[in-house]
Every structure is written in C-alpha cells, then in structure tokens.
C-alpha cells in the first residue's frame, strides 16, 4: 500500500498544477490522462463537477434542487426509497446511525432526483451510488447534479423503465466477450450463463458494493470524464483476469460461484495497477464498434419488443 | 427420517462433524504420523478425503455411498419472490448461512447461493436464486420480450421447479403483491412448479396487519405450500424449505436443473456430490 500512498503523491503534485480552487477544470488530453492514472481525494469532488458537466447544468438549474426538495412528493416513491436508506451500506458509519446527516442527505437527493426526472424515479442502485457520491462531495446540490449527469449523460439509459439502454449494454458486452475472449463467450454459452447474471448489478451500481472503494472511485474518475465505456473495459479485465479459473468451472453452479469470485480476486484491491490493465488488457476498444455494436442491439431488441 | 447427522438440516455443519469424525478415527493418532502429514489437499487429497468418509459412514452408519443405497441426488432450482424488504434474502441467508443481519443489503439483480438437505433416502440439492425486489430491476429480469432477445428468462423462473413467494405480515401490500406474484407463476412458469407462500417477519407480531387465517385459506384454495416465517428468530426457515423438498417430484427424470448432472470440481464439501455422473435428470 505504501507504494500507492508514492503514486498519490506524486499524481497529487501533478494535479497541483491543473486544477485551481477557483476556476473549473476544463477538459484536455492531460486532464484525461491524468484522470486514468486517479483524481486525489482531495481534488476529486471538485474535478469532477467539472469534467462531468455537472457544474454547467448547476449553473443552468439554480434553485431546482431547493424547488425539487420542497415539492409534494409521491408517496410511493419515497416509500420504496425509505425502504432501502438503512439498507445501504449499513455497516458505514456514515449511513449507520439513525441521526446521521448522511442518511438524510441520501434521502434528499435520491427523493428530489425521482421528481425532477420521473420517467426514470427512483431506481434500486442509485441508493449505492449517492451514498458514494455523498461520501466524496460534500454539497447535496452536487451530488443531485452529479447524478442527472451520470443518469442522462454518460450512462446509456441505464435506468429507464425496462432498463433497455442496460440490456443494450450487456448485449454489447456479449459480443465484445466473443471477439476479445472466444473461449470464454463458447463456455458461457456451453453451460448456459448468460453474461447478464454477473454483469446486471456491476452496471446498475457502477460497481459500488462490487468492487472495493477505492477501485470504484478510480473508476468513476474515468467515468465521469469518458463516459460508460470504462464500465465495459472494467467487466473485460475483470473477465480476462479470471479467465482460466471461469474456464475451469464445469457446470452451471460452480461458473456462477466462479462470477461470484471475479470481484473478489485480489487483483482489484491493487486499484492502480488495476486501473491500468482495464486500459492494456482488453485491448483497443474503437468507440465507433462500439457505437455500432449498441446501434445493432438495440435494433434487434427493438425487433424483439415489437413482435413480441 | 433423516441420517442422524442431518437432523438439524445443517448439511454443511453435517460434514463438518463427518470430517472431524474421519479425522479422528482414520488418521493416524499416533506420533510418527501427525494429521498434518496427511495430504487432504489437491485432487489426491480429495480422492483420499472421499474413500475415508465413505468408509466412515458405511461403518457407523451403514451407508454406502457408492451404489445407490445412498439414495438420489435431486438438484432443483428455486427463486424467491416478493416486494422490496420482505426479507427475501434475510430468508436465503438464514437458510444457506444461519446468519441474520438486521440491516440487509438491498439485492440489486439476482443473487445466487446453494443448499443442500437430507430427507429419507434423498439428498435435495437448491439453487437458489434471490431476486431483486423492485419493480423495474425485476421487470428487467423477467420481461417476456427478454427471452427471445438475450434468453434470460429462463435462467430465472422459468427453469425453476420451485419458488418461495414472500410477503410481510405487518405490510398489506406486499400481500397483495404476493397474490398477484402467484398468479404469474402459474400462468407463466411450468405447471408442476412448487410454490410456498411464507408470511415473513412474524416475529413482528403485535405489528400483524395480515391474519394467519387469511394467507391459510387463500394458499389452501391455490394449492400452495404455507408457513408464516421469522428469518429473525429462524421460525420455519429451514422447515418451509424442507416442505418444499419434500413435495418436489423426485422421480421424474425431466425435472432436473440446469445445473444437474455434472460433477462439481471442488467434490470435497458434500458427501454425494461425486455420485452424480453424467445423467441430464435431477436424480439418480
């Protein structure tokens, strides 16, 4: 670990000289590297406001989050968030107590963000998610602009009912898997797990409550500047680390327990040697296949919705 | 009724108690070999493992396992159902575990877990699989248009030979939610399926707002198996799922799982696992 706490420092001094307390942080091909190789704790809330977009729609929308946290709200709705606020990560200290400010605040941002966007609402996930984002930024009103960026902008209609933009993805994953790791994808296929067993809660939650802390803010780091595609890269390393230990596992059972493994392996702990074999092992990952690959899902499961 | 060591449906603690037996009087207790010089480990290991507890219980309990004396291994798969915070997977917990946490993690997706009980001549191995209790992330577990696109559907109830429908007693709706849950299943899932209902939470009983009677009559007039539970306290946790066991077909050849059939690679945690051969049935 000692030997992260070097890399923190010397990627600190670096950001040292990019980001200034007062001016947001614009985007460049540094930045962008820079956010690969990890964001400082210290850094990071405000970084990210920046690079995400969050700051303008900030911007655009003031006195929204205030309008949206006053509105009459639907019962429903704040009743399966309740449901789940001393479910979240119940062993933080953070989200423990019952007084805690925290808990509150993830009441706020998750029942204000399902009125202001409520063909999306409140989905299962966000809880995680806004609870991470709470425990980074410190402002209520970011982490709510944090989230309508994540859930309009850098993630591909994840959330939406019937989460198709979520199939599409795992769609796209399915076929990444069958170009990068063939024999993989023949297993899988052989035994009969799709890939949608493992992958359907590593998407939802951005890999909060999957991968450790750590890891999954580094990984959000390039989320926010990138966009999803690092989600795909993280579950293709995460799938090729694994590799010969998922191909070991002989039927339906034991391959499940295997994906059940994937995150634990201690090679995600090493969050920055982690972050950088997403980049190297899996390979180039051309956006424009990408983008094709997504149009071509989403065309057949069109097809499949409508003849259904 | 049952082996001896399986009485307190704990098969994993049975195995326990059947490796810390075979330990004792197989190995060696003197002192030029200690325990530890015996290799248990590796695939020698567990081939060495595995002729000890066969002649352990076919000594003390006059059991072979290596013909079908034994009896069949069914293996089934089970999903849990119900509303958001009903205790689903408090259920699976206490039942795969014996554990209890107040504040349960909300299940995003479907969770996966085995358990294996013992009755008469019969080991019933579950898959079971915990779901997700909100609407849109079942909607997208579930969705019929799902199976033609990406086949997940069958990876879920639709291959289940039995399910677990769970409600609170101290929540109306999530009755209602169960009702409507059971009507799916026997529209939609195959027709020989095993539903139990289990009124959960009933630990909680001067918050009831469900009568016992009520969930009687309607799980009697729907052929449903029917226990009020308390993963809390562990009331009926292992028992409806015993019941469940108990009614599953355990001859028919067709109702095996998916994942029947083959031999697991770790074969040293349950004693009859190895006996599985290549049959594609449940049983055997």
């Known amino acids: 670990m000692s030997e992260y706490l070097v890399v923190l420092t010397r990627r600190a001094v670096k950001w040292d000289k990019v980001v200034d307390p007062q001016h947001r942080t614009r985007k460049s091909i540094k930045v962008k590297r820079y956010c690969r190789k990890g964001i400082p704790s210290s850094q990071r809330a405000q970084v990210w406001f920046d690079i995400s977009g969050a700051r303008k729609r900030w911007k655009h929308g003031q006195g929204v989050y205030k309008r949206m946290l006053d509105s009459t709200k639907d019962a429903q709705v704040v009743e399966s968030i309740k449901i789940d606020l001393h479910r979240t990560f119940p062993e933080n200290i953070h989200f423990t107590d019952d007084l805690s400010s925290k808990k509150e605040s993830l009441f706020n941002v998750l029942s204000a963000y399902a009125h202001y966007n409520p063909t999306v609402g409140y989905c299962q996930g966000f809880n995680y998610i806004v609870a991470l984002l709470l425990l980074v930024v410190k402002q209520e009103e970011h982490v709510f602009w944090l989230l309508d960026v994540l859930v309009t902008k850098r993630l591909p209609d994840y959330y939406s009912s019937g989460m198709q933009g979520l199939r599409v993805e795992q769609g796209v994953l399915d076929e990444l898997l069958w170009w990068k790791m063939p024999a993989l994808a023949q297993h899988m296929k052989t035994i009969g797990v799709d890939i949608a067993i493992p992958t359907t809660k590593w998407f939802i939650c951005l890999y909060t409550d999957v991968l450790p802390t750590e890891t999954v803010l580094r990984i959000w780091d390039c989320l926010f500047y990138e966009g999803s595609k690092i989600l795909l890269r993280v579950a293709l390393n995460l799938l090729s680390l694994n590799e010969q230990k998922l191909l070991a596992c002989n039927d339906f059972v034991s391959l499940c327990d295997g994906f059940k493994n994937v995150t634990k392996s201690s090679e995600t702990v090493d969050c920055h040697n982690f972050m950088e074999t997403c980049f190297t092992v899996p390979g180039s990952l051309p956006q424009r296949k990408i983008d094709k690959l997504r149009s071509k899902k989403q065309e057949m499961l069109t097809a499949a919705v409508s003849t259904s | ?284």
Not at chain 2, 114 to 122: E, F, P
Not at chain 2, 163 to 171: L, R
Not at chain 2, 217 to 246: H, P
């Open chain 2, 1 to 284: 009724m049952y082996f001896s060591w399986a009485v307190d449906l704990d098969p994993k603690g049975a195995n326990n108690q059947i490796k810390e037996a075979v330990d004792k009087r197989y190995l060696p207790e003197d002192d030029d070999i200690s325990i530890d010089d015996v290799d248990l480990t590796g695939e020698v290991g567990v081939e060495r493992r595995a002729s000890l507890e066969a002649a352990f219980l076919e000594e003390i309990f006059h059991i072979r396992t290596s013909d079908q004396y034994l009896g069949k291994i069914c293996q089934f798969k089970l999903v849990l159902l119900g509303e958001s915070a009903v205790g689903k997977s408090s259920l699976v917990l206490r039942f795969v575990k014996g554990q209890f946490h107040e504040f349960q993690e909300s299940t995003i997706g479907a969770a996966f877990l085995t358990q294996t009980v013992c009755l008469d001549d019969t080991t019933v191995k579950f898959e079971i699989w915990d779901t997700a209790g909100q609407e849109n992330i079942l909607l997208f577990i579930f969705i019929k248009s799902f199976v033609r696109y990406h086949s997940l559907a069958p990876m879920y109830y639709r291959g289940a030979q039995a399910a677990i429908v769970v409600y609170d007693i101290t929540n109306t709706d999530t009755f209602s939610r169960a009702k409507t849950w059971v009507k799916e299943l026997q529209r939609q899932a195959s027709p020989n399926i095993v539903i139990a209902l289990a009124g959960n939470k009933a630990d909680l009983a001067n918050k009831r707002v469900v009568e016992y009677e009520d969930a009687q009559s309607y799980a009697d007039d729907n052929g449903l198996l029917f226990m009020e539970t308390s993963a809390k306290t562990a009331m009926n946790v292992n028992e409806i799922f015993l019941a469940i066991a108990k009614k599953l077909p355990k001859t028919d050849p067709n109702a095996g799982g998916q994942g029947a059939g083959q031999q697991r690679p770790k074969g040293n945690v349950d004693l009859q696992e190895r006996n599985q051969g290549g049959s594609g049935g449940c049983c055997k």
